[in-house]
Antibody, heavy 122, light 107 residues
Framework: QLQLQESGSGLVKPSQTLSLTCAVSGGSISSGSYSWSWIRQPPGKGLEWIGYMFHSGSTYYNPSLKSRVTISVDRSNNQFSLRLTSVTAADTATYFC??????????????WGKGTTVTVSS | DIQMTQSPSSLSASVGDRVTITCRASQSISSYLNWYQQKPGKAPNLLIYGASSLQSGVPSRFSGSGSGTDFTLTISSLQPEDFATYFCQQSYSNPLTFGGGTKVEIK
């Protein structure tokens, strides 16, 4: 069964770069036509989509974060990553990675990591 | 961006109750609507995709309906494990957007 596990720095200073990795186990990140996504959730709030990498390697980012976000894949280590630059307190959140699958033209996030909490503070 | 509005934001219900949650899109999204359940401290769990297709392994008491701009998630008989927050999410266009959530609490 496919599992995702986020890892990375839990505390980041303002203006610095947030870096997270999502390790994929129980399957290959290169198999099928899946896309791989990052979503975040500020404390006590709703969900915000950050972006995703399509199986072809193309990336799509939320315009609200586009200038600061990079999603990349490391197929040799079966993982994908998130970089968010110039962070502020507003970037404090639980960050989730997820797989995007599809049925015909319907796309949905069917496998999620447990999430990792990132706090932006000096 | 497509705005997703859920109502109510919270509700209280008893075990065995029929519960209905509504999600409205700011423009037509056909049937490109997903529903997730999230329990405290946990990741969201996919319940419904394509507005009405039940994800594998999800109990049949959950159902979804609607198309265009108005959608509904129904729990036919609320169980103790169903007390959680529910989110809708559109997959019609980027950026993908979520509703604000509906918290289902015990009456």
């Amino acid at each position: 069964q496919l599992q995702l596990q986020e890892s990375g720095s839990g505390l980041v200073k303002p203006s610095q770069t947030l870096s997270l990795t999502c390790a994929v186990s129980g399957g290959s990140i290169s198999s099928g036509s899946y896309s791989w996504s990052w979503i975040r959730q500020p404390p006590g709030k709703g969900l915000e989509w950050i972006g995703y990498m399509f199986h072809s390697g193309s990336t799509y980012y939320n315009p609200s974060l586009k200038s600061r976000v990079t999603i990349s894949v490391d197929r040799s280590n079966n993982q994908f990553s998130l970089r968010l630059t110039s962070v502020t307190a507003a970037d404090t959140a639980t960050y989730f990675c997820a797989r995007i699958d599809r049925d015909y033209s319907y796309y949905y996030m069917d496998v999620w990591g447990k999430g990792t909490t990132v706090t932006v503070s000096s | 961006d497509i705005q997703m509005t859920q109502s109510p934001s919270s509700l209280s219900a008893s075990v065995g109750d029929r519960v209905t949650i509504t999600c409205r899109a700011s423009q037509s999204i056909s049937s490109y609507l997903n529903w997730y359940q999230q329990k405290p401290g946990k990741a969201p769990n996919l319940l419904i995709y394509g507005a009405s297709s039940l994800q594998s392994g999800v109990p049949s008491r959950f159902s979804g309906s609607g198309s265009g701009t108005d959608f509904t998630l129904t729990i036919s008989s609320l169980q103790p494990e169903d007390f959680a927050t529910y989110f809708c999410q559109q997959s019609y266009s980027n950026p993908l957007t979520f509703g604000g959530g509906t918290k289902v609490e015990i009456k």
